[in-house]
């Protein structure tokens, strides 16, 4: 549906309203975070391909491996904190944990001793790369949250979410700037790699601990009950402006990530200019420094016309951006400069518009369930931003190596035509999609005000009207069928539930059994065939092969989420056969998702 007009901005109660110094403390550590994704996605494929020498292949697949897992621990990373209750709250023990696990694993990423061979190299890199994603969902994902649930106005989310994009870029723009820095003073490039991420580490770790000395959490949130995971995850994917967000996100993610992959390779191969590292940075300068210099003005449009109408104008920015950016060539590296300068303008927007729209879909969740899940929500959306480096990093790479690519030799038409193809004309095209799937995003300030009174009439034990349908909501505890039983129904779909009422248990039980092991087949086939190609042929794979893993690990990933996901359900289903809920509440809760879905 097209956007509404959006509402006359209004201030924020003293009671929401955060502090400025609050909001630096907040904000600071994304200054690291942002700062550690410029060596690793920009910066490591070239390093550990012509420096270490791990052939594209090999990264791809350590790539894939890494983003397949994050499938499995982002959800059950927002889980458990959600869950969590200490005395120091949900989040800061967990960002307490991560931080220095994380510093390290970024340190070993970009150190690998010298002395490894090819495979051994591989291996390093698979490892360490795997444990650094780890680390940083324990601590990222508790931080996200943190952000969401500091305040619940709609402006002051833009605000704070506004200035940590602005950290973001700030950091972005150093670790843009220091590298080739370093390089131009003749340092070799394992050197220039041990001191970035060895500054970048101390910088996450210092910061964060300020953070969690000086940032409080919210301690009505802290005490609120949790949820169980599976029907959590259902009842997420039921919130239809969520769904239209994510898909959004989906396809908005990519223009962002695969032009960091392949600038270096752009910038060498394609521009073929002379000095290539002075120009990756001039490049990434010019793509960065606009992105900060635009953001205060997007941040006041936001205010002005509404965070949905900012962010459509800036998928025009990188459609159109990205259409330039296909017609360069040799000696056109100045016309690229003002062409990144120009796609840079929407940068930044993405930072702050994403995270306070999905504040505002936390809060129409809290409209349905009763329930505060930042986390849960965050994991959902953390999984997006890694899972596009599967198409944006892992398959490009694959790809090139596939079409011949050879390190640090002049390449053929058909390497040069895909390198430039990739850069330019695939961001643009999922910019397209993006816009179109925005479109549909249906929270505007008035509508995200009505869904705040409803949870202010629910926690009062008042019934309210659904903003978005128009339906009658009565409170969470006040419903035909009882909190507890709502979410154990939910563990299971509309048609097992069906069975679950005309057929009993017995069925329903070997639905979850049957699924478990379709997906865990699934896994142990994809994983398993690519884990013997890996140890049957070793480092004689050539090109293709390694595509194919890479496919392999990437869908066997999947497949193992999978798998989980029905094993968690095989403990609810078992219970059924000696507590079965009463028929009239599964036919309740039936009606209830049959009447929902018919008016999304």
Same mark, same amino acid.
């Given at each position: 549906?097209?956007?509404?007009?959006?509402?006359?901005?209004?201030?924020?109660?003293?009671?929401?309203?955060?502090?400025?110094?609050?909001?630096?403390?907040?904000?600071?550590?994304?200054?690291?975070?942002?700062?550690?994704?410029?060596?690793?996605?920009?910066?490591?494929?070239?390093?550990?391909?012509?420096?270490?020498?791990?052939?594209?292949?090999?990264?791809?697949?350590?790539?894939?491996?890494?983003?397949?897992?994050?499938?499995?621990?982002?959800?059950?990373?927002?889980?458990?904190?959600?869950?969590?209750?200490?005395?120091?709250?949900?989040?800061?023990?967990?960002?307490?944990?991560?931080?220095?696990?994380?510093?390290?694993?970024?340190?070993?990423?970009?150190?690998?001793?010298?002395?490894?061979?090819?495979?051994?190299?591989?291996?390093?890199?698979?490892?360490?790369?795997?444990?650094?994603?780890?680390?940083?969902?324990?601590?990222?994902?508790?931080?996200?949250?943190?952000?969401?649930?500091?305040?619940?106005?709609?402006?002051?989310?833009?605000?704070?979410?506004?200035?940590?994009?602005?950290?973001?870029?700030?950091?972005?723009?150093?670790?843009?700037?220091?590298?080739?820095?370093?390089?131009?003073?003749?340092?070799?490039?394992?050197?220039?790699?041990?001191?970035?991420?060895?500054?970048?580490?101390?910088?996450?770790?210092?910061?964060?601990?300020?953070?969690?000395?000086?940032?409080?959490?919210?301690?009505?949130?802290?005490?609120?009950?949790?949820?169980?995971?599976?029907?959590?995850?259902?009842?997420?994917?039921?919130?239809?402006?969520?769904?239209?967000?994510?898909?959004?996100?989906?396809?908005?993610?990519?223009?962002?990530?695969?032009?960091?992959?392949?600038?270096?390779?752009?910038?060498?191969?394609?521009?073929?200019?002379?000095?290539?590292?002075?120009?990756?940075?001039?490049?990434?300068?010019?793509?960065?420094?606009?992105?900060?210099?635009?953001?205060?003005?997007?941040?006041?449009?936001?205010?002005?016309?509404?965070?949905?109408? =900012?962010? %459509? &104008?800036?998928?025009?920015? @990188?459609?159109?951006? +990205? /259409? *330039?950016? !296909?017609?360069?060539?040799?000696?056109?590296?100045?016309? =690229?400069? %003002? &062409?990144?300068?120009?796609? @840079?303008?929407?940068? +930044? /927007? *993405?930072? !702050?518009?994403?995270?306070?729209?999905?504040?505002?879909?936390?809060?129409?969740?809290?409209?349905?369930? @009763?329930?505060?899940?930042? /986390?849960?929500?965050?994991?959902?959306?953390?999984?997006?931003?890694?899972?596009?480096?599967?198409?944006?990093?892992?398959?490009?790479?694959?790809?090139?190596?596939?079409?011949?690519?050879?390190?640090?030799?002049?390449?053929?038409?058909?390497?040069?035509?895909?390198?430039?193809?990739?850069?330019?004309?695939?961001?643009?095209?999922?910019?397209?999609?993006?816009?179109?799937?925005?479109?549909?995003?249906?929270?505007?300030?008035?509508?995200?005000?009505?869904?705040?009174?409803?949870?202010?009439?629910?926690?009062?034990?008042?019934?309210?009207?659904?903003?978005?349908?128009?339906?009658?909501?009565?409170?969470?505890?006040?419903?035909?069928?009882?909190?507890?039983?709502?979410?154990?129904?939910?563990?299971?779909?509309?048609?097992?539930?069906?069975?679950?009422?005309?057929?009993?248990?017995?069925?329903?039980?070997?639905?979850?059994?049957?699924?478990?092991?379709?997906?865990?087949?699934?896994?142990?086939?994809?994983?398993?065939?690519?884990?013997?190609?890996?140890?049957?042929?070793?480092?004689?794979?050539?090109?293709?092969?390694?595509?194919?893993?890479?496919?392999?690990?990437?869908?066997?990933?999947?497949?193992?989420?999978?798998?989980?996901?029905?094993?968690?359900?095989?403990?609810?289903?078992?219970?059924?056969?000696?507590?079965?809920?009463?028929?009239?509440?599964?036919?309740?809760?039936?009606?209830?998702?049959?009447?929902?879905?018919?008016?999304?």
């Amino acid at each position: 549906m097209p956007p509404s007009p959006p509402a006359a901005p209004a201030p924020p109660s003293a009671a929401h309203r955060l502090s400025l110094s609050t909001k630096l403390i907040f904000s600071l550590p994304s200054t690291a975070g942002a700062a550690i994704a410029i060596p690793i996605f920009v910066h490591m494929p070239k390093f550990y391909s012509d420096t270490v020498l791990v052939p594209l292949g090999w990264l791809a697949i350590g790539i894939a491996l890494a983003r397949s897992l994050d499938a499995i621990t982002d959800p059950l990373m927002g889980w458990i904190s959600d869950r969590t209750k200490t005395r120091w709250g949900r989040r800061k023990p967990w960002i307490v944990l991560g931080v220095p696990l994380c510093a390290v694993a970024l340190v070993a990423l970009f150190t690998p001793p010298e002395n490894l061979e090819t495979g051994q190299a591989a291996l390093w890199f698979a490892v360490f790369f795997v444990l650094y994603f780890i680390f940083h969902t324990i601590y990222d994902l508790p931080h996200y949250a943190l952000g969401a649930e500091l305040t619940p106005d709609y402006h002051e989310r833009t605000s704070l979410f506004g200035i940590r994009a602005g950290f973001i870029l700030i950091g972005i723009v150093v670790a843009t700037v220091l590298p080739g820095v370093l390089l131009d003073a003749g340092l070799p490039p394992r050197r220039v790699f041990f001191w970035v991420s060895t500054f970048f580490a101390s910088v996450l770790v210092v910061s964060y601990a300020v953070l969690v000395m000086r940032v409080p959490e919210r301690p009505d949130y802290v005490q609120r009950e949790s949820n169980p995971l599976v029907p959590g995850i259902r009842r997420a994917m039921r919130n239809q402006p969520f769904r239209v967000l994510l898909l959004t996100y989906v396809a908005g993610s990519i223009p962002g990530a695969i032009p960091g992959t392949l600038m270096p390779f752009f910038t060498e191969y394609v521009l073929q200019v002379d000095d290539p590292d002075a120009w990756l940075t001039r490049f990434l300068l010019a793509y960065f420094v606009s992105g900060a210099a635009w953001l205060p003005a997007w941040i006041w449009l936001a205010r002005r016309i509404g965070k949905l109408r =900012v962010w %459509l &104008l800036n998928f025009g920015i @990188g459609i159109s951006g +990205g /259409a *330039g950016l !296909f017609m360069m060539g040799p000696g056109d590296e100045y016309w =690229v400069l %003002l &062409l990144l300068a120009y796609t @840079g303008m929407q940068f +930044g /927007a *993405g930072f !702050f518009i994403g995270p306070a729209m999905q504040a505002d879909v936390i809060d129409y969740d809290e409209l349905h369930t @009763g329930k505060r899940r930042e /986390a849960q929500y965050g994991a959902f959306w953390a999984i997006v931003t890694k899972l596009v480096v599967i198409p944006s990093a892992a398959f490009p790479l694959a790809f090139l190596g596939m079409m011949g690519y050879v390190p640090n030799q002049p390449q053929s038409p058909d390497v040069i035509f895909a390198i430039r193809a990739i850069f330019s004309l695939a961001p643009a095209f999922f910019s397209l999609i993006a816009f179109f799937f925005a479109l549909r995003y249906p929270i505007s300030e008035r509508i995200h005000r009505d869904i705040q009174i409803g949870v202010a009439k629910h926690a009062a034990g008042e019934t309210t009207i659904d903003p978005l349908t128009s339906r009658e909501l009565p409170p969470p505890d006040g419903r035909t069928v009882d909190e507890e039983t709502g979410w154990m129904l939910d563990t299971f779909t509309p048609r097992e539930l069906k069975r679950l009422g005309a057929e009993g248990a017995t069925p329903v039980l070997r639905s979850v059994v049957l699924k478990s092991v379709a997906w865990g087949g699934a896994s142990a086939v994809l994983l398993g065939g690519a884990a013997q190609s890996v140890l049957g042929v070793g480092t004689d794979l050539d090109d293709v092969q390694k595509f194919g893993i890479t496919s392999g690990v990437v869908l066997g990933g999947a497949a193992l989420a999978g798998l989980l996901f029905h094993l968690v359900r095989l403990r609810p289903a078992r219970n059924l056969l000696t507590s079965p809920p009463p028929k009239e509440a599964v036919d309740a809760h039936l009606a209830a998702l049959e009447a929902s879905a018919e008016q999304v």
